[in-house]
C-alpha cells in the first residue's frame, strides 16, 4: 500500500509539487504519504501519514475534518533562516545564532490515541476513553516516553524533529524573545 500511495495520488502529487515549487522548495512523492492540498488558513502543504489512519476529509471552510480513525498530518515547512535561542538569563538555550534549516515535514497535531493505537493495537495513555469523562480517542496520546515515541516514528517511516526542526516549527516566522511576542504570555 505505501508504494500504490504514489499511483493513487498521482495528481495530487504533481500538484502538490507545482505549489511547493513556487515557493521554491524542491518536493517528490514519498512512499506512504498522500497530498491533502494546502491548509486554507496557513496555505502550508499537507499530507496524510497513511499507515496511520484513514486519509482526513475537508469540510466546506477547507479545513480537515478529523475523526477517531483519521490518519496523522504532516506539514511541509519550506526551507529558511532564524534565530536560534535565546539571550535571556533565565532560559538555558544559549547566545542567539542565526540558523539555516532545509525543507521538512512536521506533524500538525499531536499524535492522537486512535493513531498510536492503528499502529500499537494498545492505547498507553492514562487518560483515554471510558476511563476519563470527555476523553476520546482524538486526544493526543500520553503516557509514552521518547523511545516509545522514536519507535512508533520508525515505524512508519519517520523521525522525531531535531531540536533545529522543532524551534524553527515553534516559532512560526515569530522574530521575538517569545513566540507570543516581546514578553512572556
Known amino acids: 500500500s505505501r508504494t500504490r500511495s504514489l499511483t493513487r495520488h498521482a ?3 504533481r500538484a502538490a509539487i507545482e505549489r511547493a515549487a513556487s515557493r521554491g522548495t524542491a518536493l517528490r512523492p514519498v512512499e506512504g504519504l ?6 486554507p488558513r496557513s496555505h502550508l502543504e499537507e499530507f496524510a501519514l ?3 489512519g484513514e486519509l482526513p ?6 479545513r480537515l475534518s478529523l475523526y477517531p480513525q483519521s490518519a496523522a498530518v504532516l506539514v511541509l515547512l519550506d526551507a529558511g533562516r532564524f534565530i536560534m535561542g535565546s539571550s535571556s538569563g533565565d532560559i538555558d538555550e544559549g547566545p542567539p545564532k542565526e ?3 532545509p525543507a521538512f515535514l512536521i506533524g500538525k497535531h499531536e499524535l492522537s490515541q486512535g493513531q498510536w493505537r492503528t499502529l500499537m493495537a494498545t492505547n498507553p495513555s492514562r487518560y483515554r476513553p471510558r476511563s476519563w469523562p470527555g476523553t476520546t480517542l482524538l ?12 519507535g512508533y516514528a520508525w ?3 519517520c523521525r522525531l524533529p531535531t531540536e533545529l526542526e522543532w524551534e524553527y516549527a515553534c516559532r512560526a516566522g515569530t522574530t521575538t524573545r517569545w513566540w507570543t511576542g516581546a514578553e512572556k504570555a
Not at 498522500?34 to 491548509?39: I, Q, R, S, V, Y
Not at 476529509?57 to 477547507?62: E, L
Not at 486526544?139 to 522514536?150: C, L
Open 11 to 13: 495528481a495530487a502529487w
Open 34 to 39: 498522500a497530498p491533502l492540498g494546502p491548509d
Open 50 to 52: 497513511l499507515d496511520t
Open 57 to 62: 476529509r475537508r469540510g466546506a471552510d477547507g
Open 99 to 101: 540558523r539555516s534549516v
Open 139 to 150: 486526544h493526543p496520546v500520553e503516557t509514552v516516553n521518547w523511545h516509545e515515541s522514536r
Open 155 to 157: 515505524r512508519v517511516g
